[in-house]
């Protein structure tokens, strides 16, 4: 199994740009997470899916953050507009069961 | 303030010395309580899960404990390896409350 796949693994965009991250889950697995890692707030839960439905987005920052999972193989991660404080490296990670597992991440910079 | 803290924020040891990282946590009750290595350019991969009746668990090298009554949980890496040197968090799964995590340097 190729793990859970994340794209772009980094992305450099001006402030205003509209940003979209990709989540390829683990295959058979029925709940996706979202995640944002930065030096000062550490790993903070975003949003998560299960069976592609949105079940808690309330670590959502802003109405400029949006997420959504159009099928069990799938889910996006959208900013816009997007903002320099928004630089981060993003987490996606899948689970069935309560194990979760990583996928590699996406550096975010915002100039 | 974050409702689970962890200590100490950086340690590094010796190739083959042992060493106990400690989170304590406010959050209560909780679902289940974690342990993560991240390693520097990557995402966390997960060491123990214990629920909340849980006293220890071990994987390998890693064993977590767990005091509910203290609210304290520990990760003690015993014979540790340079490739032990990563990130540890400690995860405390109710509504999924991260410690900042403590960095391991393992030197030769």
């Known amino acids: ?111 | 303030k974050n409702q689970v803290e962890q200590s100490p924020q950086s340690l590094i040891i010796l190739e083959g010395k042992n060493c106990t990282l400690q989170c304590n946590y406010t959050v209560s009750p909780f679902s289940n309580l974690r342990w993560y290595k991240q390693d520097t350019g990557r995402g966390p991969v997960s060491l123990t899960i214990m629920t909340f009746s849980e006293n220890t668990k071990s994987n390998g090298r890693y064993t977590a404990t767990l005091d509910a009554d203290t609210k304290q949980s520990s990760l003690h890496i015993t014979a540790s390896q340079l490739s032990d040197s990563a990130s540890y968090i400690c995860v405390v799964h109710n509504d999924m409350r991260f410690g900042a995590g403590t960095r391991l340097t393992v030197k030769p």
């Open chain 1, 1 to 111: 199994d190729a793990g859970v796949i994340q794209s772009p693994r980094h992305e450099v965009t001006e402030m205003g740009q509209e940003v979209t991250l990709r989540c390829k889950p683990i295959s058979g697995h029925n709940s996706l997470f979202w995640y944002r890692q930065t030096m000062m707030r550490g790993l903070e839960l975003l949003i998560y899916f299960n069976n592609n439905v949105p079940i808690d987005d309330s670590g959502m920052p802003e109405d400029r953050f949006s997420a959504k999972m159009p099928n069990a193989s799938f889910s996006t991660l959208k900013i816009q507009p997007s903002e320099p404080r928004d630089s981060a490296v993003y987490f996606c990670a899948s689970s069935y069961g309560p194990e979760q597992y990583f996928g590699p991440g996406t550096r975010l910079t915002v100039t």
